[in-house]
């Protein structure tokens, strides 16, 4: 493995031990100094063509904690703003030696092509592109997911027959694309629900089920329930009546929060909307598992830049 561009193309033994990793990386953050000298000397920089607050800190806190060097680079307030392209700011820091980077942009396949390109000979690690692909999000939720079912006893394990419900915006969602590809792999049931309007064309070639009513998804006792943003900057269309039509038959409300089992979770990637996709009191009881995907996720992101940047991955 040189690149983290995908979870498409990542099979079930790569998948399980990088979560595998990322339990021993976990351990490293309950002690009393959080830090491991693996990467010292190593270049990282984050990337950021889009606005992000979960995902750049948790690559920053990753990076440092494993002591490599971590220099944030966005867009706003670089020469990116004054017309630089995606070549000449990848040779800018090809020159300055970075080892990795941490790639975020507004175009589906942005990654890929820095991957590709051979303008700059780095690890790139894709931390959202467009509509296609976050696919460090569904590694820290099927962590959360493995970590909730088996604890301490998680390792080697997978999710095998696990049902999971992913709602909302699917259609701009890298998110919901990320997760049905590696859940599946795992092992894992998953069922899409959401308006007509916020599916992808070519949906049903995807290894998921599809359901229109969030109703009839809830009184199907799923272990997981997911819900989504709605990615309003990514609209140029109406692609449902009003936001409150929205909640009232997409939002997980208090209603069908306590028809859920005790022990479902509620995953949500962030930002939330509260309110619209989901009720305060779904996003804050006991079944949500929001700040543990925050805190998993520092983990997972450890362990992907330890196994591409140590020379330990190699296949
Ligand atoms: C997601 C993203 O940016 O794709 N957020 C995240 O990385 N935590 C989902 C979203 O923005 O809604």
């Known amino acids: 493995m040189r690149h983290l561009l ?11 031990g990088i979560l595998d990793v990322a339990e021993d990386m976990a351990d490293v953050a309950s002690r009393e100094v959080k830090k491991l000298p693996t990467l010292r000397g190593k270049t990282v920089i984050n990337l950021f063509f889009e606005d992000s607050t979960r995902t750049r ?3 920053e806190l990753a990076a440092k904690r494993l002591s490599a060097d971590l220099i944030n680079f966005s867009a706003k307030g670089s020469s990116v703003s004054k017309g630089e392209s995606l070549k000449d700011t990848a040779q800018t820091l ?3 030696g970075a080892d990795a980077v941490v790639i975020r942009h507004s175009s589906s396949g942005a990654a890929q092509v820095l991957a590709q390109s051979g303008w700059i000979d780095a690890a790139i690690l894709n931390a959202g592109d467009g509509t296609h692909e976050h696919p460090t999000q569904a590694l820290l939720d099927a962590f959360t997911m493995r970590k909730r079912l088996h604890g301490d006893a998680s390792r080697g394990k997978d999710l095998d027959g ?5 709602v909302g915006d699917i259609l701009h969602s ?7 590809w590696l859940l599946t792999t795992l092992g894992a049931e998953v069922s899409l629900v959401a308006p007509a309007t916020l599916l992808p064309a070519g949906i049903a070639t995807w290894p998921v089920r599809l359901g229109y009513d969030l109703d009839e998804a809830v009184d199907a006792n799923p272990d ?3 819900m989504l943003r709605i990615q309003a900057e990514r609209m140029n269309a109406a692609f449902f009546p009003n936001t409150r039509e929205y909640a009232r038959q997409w939002g997980l409300d208090d209603a069908r929060l306590s028809r859920l089992r005790a022990d479902t979770m509620v995953m949500h990637p962030g930002p939330m909307i509260r309110g619209l996709e989901i009720s305060a009191s779904a996003a804050d009881s006991s079944r949500s598992t929001v700040l543990e995907q925050v805190a998993n996720g520092v983990s997972i992101r450890m362990a992907v830049l330890y196994l591409l940047l140590s020379g330990t991955a190699e296949q």
């Open 6 to 16: 995908s979870t498409k193309d990542l099979d079930r033994a790569t998948a399980v």
């Open 57 to 59: 800190t948790s690559f």
């Open 94 to 96: 090809a020159a300055m």
């Open 162 to 166: 696990l049902r999971v419900t992913i």
């Open 174 to 180: 890298r998110v919901a694309r990320s997760n049905a």
């Open 224 to 226: 997981v329930v997911m």
